[in-house]
């Protein structure tokens, strides 16, 4: 580990010369338990700190110096070779690593579920009249629920180390059309189903065939007017 990490010491100085002249600030590296593939190289107080997901302890050496490339241009604002993305892309999408991350993603899980039955709306109703449908009765997850708060961003996700779909508990309310909540479902719903693509070595959740198949839902620019109506009106924004 020591000759790994001198080494991506080295690289970082090398990354770094390229943007600003002067010697580099002092790096401390860590891999960091994170419960996906997160990455970040952060600037405090004179030093940077590199913290690297630890699913890729073992990986080989050319891999890290590809994430370290990658933050360093991200750090100056600058689009990181295609070669360094190809590189890292290539690696996270064998499937001893995207095993060992979704097994590490369900093991750090840490998600405060309070069940399908909400005030207004039971989703488990719901769910099953969109899933009958849309998809033929097809879409199996491991639990339904409405958020322990709610949300000033987020309509819902789904989240596939634990198989739940979480609805944003601000659209439990009167006020609130079934539309709204039929196709924020149909939405996450889409995403048990098609999972996520990993496109210049980031992932991407909604990729051109997620999106051509959320097309699908009749209505959906108007449940998404409506979604925002009813958020506004609940002093929040929101993003799918």
């Given amino acids: ?17 390229a943007f600003r002249k002067g010697t580099p600030p002092p790096l401390r590296l860590q891999f960091y338990p994170y419960r996906g593939l997160s990455h970040t190289l952060r600037v405090r107080e004179g030093v940077v700190h590199l913290r690297i997901s630890d699913v890729l302890t073992s ?3 050319e891999v890290l110096e590809a994430v370290l490339g990658i933050l360093v241009y991200r750090l100056f604002c600058r689009k ?3 070669e360094l993305l190809q590189l890292y892309s290539t690696y996270i999408r064998q499937p001893d690593v995207q095993q060992q991350l979704w097994e590490l993603r369900r093991q750090r899980a840490r998600k405060f579920l309070t069940g399908s039955r909400g005030h207004t709306y039971d989703l488990a109703k719901i769910f099953d009249e969109v899933n009958r449908k849309h998809f033929g009765s097809s879409v199996q997850v491991s639990c339904l629920s409405w958020s322990r708060r709610g949300s000033r961003t987020v309509l819902g996700h789904y989240d596939d180390a634990q198989g739940a779909i979480v609805i ?6 009167p006020g609130v059309p079934p539309i709204v909540i039929e196709y924020v479902l149909f939405h996450e719903m889409l995403h048990s189903l098609m999972g996520e693509k990993v496109q210049n070595g980031r992932r991407c959740v909604h990729h051109k065939s997620f999106r051509d198949a959320e097309r699908r839902f009749p209505g959906r620019l108007g449940a998404l007017r409506l979604a925002r109506l009813c958020l506004a ?5 929101f993003t799918l």
């Fill in 1 to 17: 580990m020591t000759d790994r990490v001198f080494h991506l010491k080295k690289s970082f100085s090398l990354n770094y010369s």
């Fill in 59 to 61: 990986a080989p050496l």
């Fill in 80 to 82: 990181a070779p295609s």
């Fill in 168 to 173: 944003n508990r601000l659209l439990d309310r």
């Fill in 233 to 237: 009106q609940a002093g929040a924004r």
